[in-house]
């Protein structure tokens, strides 16, 4: 089967940095991305990797290993407007998304 | 440019009734998406469109209908309402080239309950 693994949820201060990790057992892949959704709202795109490395873009980051089937997104100088749920979405060889449960981000004074 | 919109962003159905939901995409998208989303889960694909005329099943398509006779609009009907379907449900759309979806914008979200 298909699966994406992301914390439930985690915590962090202001002004901290934070590692929101994604596994992925799919078949295939073809890109993977992050969105971010504040709580009742749409999600909103923040990265798209397909190749290792770590693409860089603000404060966010996102890094991908394929071999490892293993991402994570980094948030830089934390604010209190980036408490959201994250999610991890892989793209399979049939290029349909597989989508993670999300990882809550809390912000904390 | 409105993006992507949909109606209503709130319902309420009674068990059995039918309703559609609105979704229209202004950026001239070809891939269009209908997704729900429960409480602590991850988005759940119910159908999909490549273009103007063809739909196709996602993950969870029972109890639900599509159409895709224009590019800009992608209704989701919704027959025999059950309890189940309470959830919340986002249209997408999408500019995919070379196999890849591309970046999805989303529509603000339809809440419905069905009681």
């Known amino acids: 089967g298909q699966n994406i693994d992301q914390p439930t949820e985690m915590t962090a201060t202001e002004g901290a940095i934070v590692q929101i990790n994604c596994t992925y057992q799919?078949?295939?892949?073809?890109?993977l991305f992050w969105y971010q959704q504040h709580a009742g709202e749409a999600p909103t795109f923040l990265s798209y990797?397909?190749l290792d490395g770590l693409e860089e873009k603000g404060r966010f980051s996102s890094f991908l290993s394929r071999s490892k089937g293993y991402s994570y997104l980094l948030l830089k100088e934390l604010q209190m407007k980036d408490s959201a749920s994250y999610l991890c979405?892989?793209?399979?060889?049939?290029?349909?998304?597989?989508w993670g449960a999300g990882t809550k981000l809390i912000i904390k004074p | 440019n409105a993006g992507v919109t949909q109606t209503p962003k709130f319902r309420i159905l009674k068990i059995g009734q039918s309703m559609t939901l609105q979704c229209a995409q202004d950026?001239?998208?070809?891939?269009m998406y209908w997704y729900r989303q429960d409480p602590g889960m991850g988005l759940k694909l119910i159908y999909y469109?490549?273009?103007?005329?063809?739909?196709d099943k996602g993950e969870v398509p029972n109890g639900y209908n599509v159409s895709r006779s224009t590019t800009e609009d992608f209704p989701l009907r919704l027959e025999l309402a059950a309890p189940s379907q309470t959830s919340v449900y986002f249209c997408?759309?999408?500019?995919?080239?070379?196999?890849?979806?591309?970046?999805?914008?989303f529509g603000e979200g339809s809440r419905l309950t069905v009681l």
């Open positions: 997408a759309s999408s500019y995919s080239s070379s196999g890849s979806v591309g970046e999805l914008f």
């Open positions: 950026m001239n998208h070809n891939y």
């Open positions: 469109s490549v273009g103007a005329g063809i739909t």
């Open positions: 799919t078949s295939g892949f073809n890109g």
């Open positions: 990797n397909v």
């Open positions: 979405a892989v793209q399979d060889s049939n290029y349909q998304l597989i």
